[in-house]
T-cell receptor, first 112, second 116 residues
Framework: GESVGLHLPTLSVQEGDNSIINCAYS??????FIWYKQESGKGPQFIID?????DKRQGQRVTVLLNKTVKHLSLQIAATQPGDSAVYFC???????????FGRGTSLIVHP | KAGVTQTPRYLIKTRGQQVTLSCSPI?????VSWYQQTPGQGLQFLFE???????NKGNFPGRFSGRQFSNSRSEMNVSTLELGDSALYLC???????????????FGPGTRLTVL
């Protein structure tokens, strides 16, 4: 498959563990945040989003936490599976227009 | 529904040439965005089209251009290619206009452009 990034931060976990992927965003005016998953050879896939008026949102096996005070976003994946192995990106949208800014990504490796 | 399709999947060009990449959005989607992905810069927004009009533009030189047709299909063009243009070019479509929007973007697999 194709590499989507070199020298990315890497998180290695065992199957069944919980994973936490972190992202620091840059603009305090950002009001909408998205997490994407990108597998080798594929385009990014939407996982979950959160607006700035919330600090937590849950999906299926995933939870996003937003801390606006320190401009920090995290993605928690429960009971991580080998199929979760991918690069994960956060994206921030600055209020008023949709021109997203993406983080550099974190490579998640799940060992069976 | 078929997903977002991009053609070609792989392309090799030489410096100075121009290239046109094509994107077919999901049926019914009216917004198409283009992104450049490189190991050094990550994912960067190029531009977004809605109803044949460019609504948003990222910070790229004028060598990068695009257009959208009445059937929502989109093309992007890069003229006078440089080595640094080597990248994965991703197209994403969403149902409605992009504003402060929760319209989910669906990405295609990308076109891998290599400039020699």
């Amino acid at each position: 498959g194709e590499s989507v990034g070199l020298h990315l931060p890497t998180l290695s976990v065992q199957e069944g563990d919980n994973s936490i992927i972190n992202c620091a965003y840059s603009n305090s005016a950002s009001d909408y945040f998205i997490w994407y998953k990108q597998e080798s050879g594929k385009g990014p896939q939407f996982i979950i989003d959160i607006r700035s008026n919330m600090d937590k949102r849950q999906g299926q096996r995933v939870t996003v936490l937003l801390n606006k005070t320190v401009k920090h976003l995290s993605l928690q994946i429960a009971a991580t599976q080998p199929g979760d192995s991918a690069v994960y990106f956060c994206a921030e949208n600055i209020g008023g227009s949709y021109i997203p800014t993406f983080g550099r990504g974190t490579s998640l490796i799940v060992h069976p | 529904k078929a997903g977002v399709t991009q053609t070609p999947r792989y392309l090799i060009k030489t410096r100075g040439q121009q290239v046109t990449l094509s994107c077919s959005p999901i049926s019914g989607h009216r917004s198409v965005s283009w992104y450049q992905q490189t190991p050094g810069q990550g994912l960067q927004f190029l531009f977004e089209y809605f109803s044949e009009t460019q609504r948003n533009k990222g910070n790229f030189p004028g060598r990068f251009s695009g257009r959208q047709f009445s059937n929502s299909r989109s093309e992007m063009n890069v003229s006078t290619l440089e080595l640094g243009d080597s990248a994965l070019y991703l197209c994403a479509s969403s149902a409605g206009p992009s504003g402060v929007s929760t319209d989910t973007q669906y990405f295609g697999p990308g076109t891998r452009l290599t400039v020699l």
